[in-house]
């Protein structure tokens, strides 16, 4: 099978598995990046096997998340070079937080706002999966989520951005998404280092609920090594709902 077979239009799934490429990531990362989807049984193991060796068996990138309690295909991707990187927690509540009210310092982002949020976004995540894989260099993955709040304001990612403003500089930025059944999904948060600890994220979601659509349920996802990030969202009455393995795969050049 060509590469070329592993486009958008890789969909159907092959052993459990389905493999589509990561266009967006290929292109910040300058490799071939493909994303692996499904889970596996042992009746499909062989079949999955095959499929993953297309990829793994030449130099790109490629990630898979797997819900923890499915061992066998973790298992399966260990073994076929994967690693785990990040242990992800998804969380949810239906008791939304009310509006910060009077005196809230956070607002809908406006485009001026840009270069001070993809600014933020440079500089303030540890926990994410691409900082946490000791094989992709600190600059890239800043650079990843530079783009990727920056694509908020191409118009490429993200339903909603609020951030958060203090004498008149933004300095925190909350990106968000719409999902199915009315639920608003927390993409990324970060508020800028010298002003956490200020309650600035809690006043971004809270002002979220009642500017951003009209959601009965929000969603968070974040990593099991960033207990600030779940103890905010712990004392916003969120509850985890699923947990996932975060795996990669660097393929290299034979």
């Known amino acids: 099978m060509s590469s070329a077979s592993f486009g958008a ?23 071939n990046v493909h994303r692996v989807s499904g889970t596996v049984e042992e009746d499909g193991e062989s079949q999955a096997q095959r499929i993953l060796r297309q990829i793994t068996g030449r130099p790109g990138f490629s990630y898979a998340r797997v819900p923890t309690h499915h061992v066998r295909t973790s298992r399966l991707l260990e073994r076929e070079g994967f690693h785990v990187v990040d242990t992800g927690i998804t969380l949810e509540t239906r008791r939304l937080p009310e509006g910060g009210g009077e ?25 994410s999966r691409f900082h946490l894989d000791p094989d992709i260099p600190k600059r890239l993955a800043d650079e990843i989520k530079t783009q990727w709040v920056g694509n908020y304001f191409l118009g490429q990612r993200g339903d909603y951005m609020v ?46 609920v009642t500017t951003c659509g ?41």
């Open 214 to 254: 009209n959601p009965t349920v929000l969603r968070a996802g974040t990593q099991s090594a960033n207990t600030m990030s779940l103890s905010l969202y712990e004392k916003l009455g969120f509850r985890i709902v699923s947990t996932s393995y975060v795996l990669h795969h660097h393929g290299v050049a034979r």
């Open 9 to 31: 239009q890789q969909t159907m799934p092959v052993g459990g598995l389905s493999i589509v490429e990561d266009a967006w990531l290929a292109g910040v990362m300058s490799r």
């Open 163 to 208: 951030v958060a403003e203090c004498a008149g500089q933004v300095t925190g930025f909350l990106q968000l998404l719409n999902a199915s059944g009315s639920v608003l999904v927390i993409d990324l948060i970060a508020v800028e280092k010298d002003h956490r600890g200020q309650g600035l994220a809690e006043e971004m979601i809270r002002h979220a």
């Open 103 to 127: 005196g809230s310092r956070a607002r809908l982002a406006r485009a001026e706002d840009r270069a001070a949020v993809e600014k933020i976004a440079a500089c303030s995540f540890v926990y």
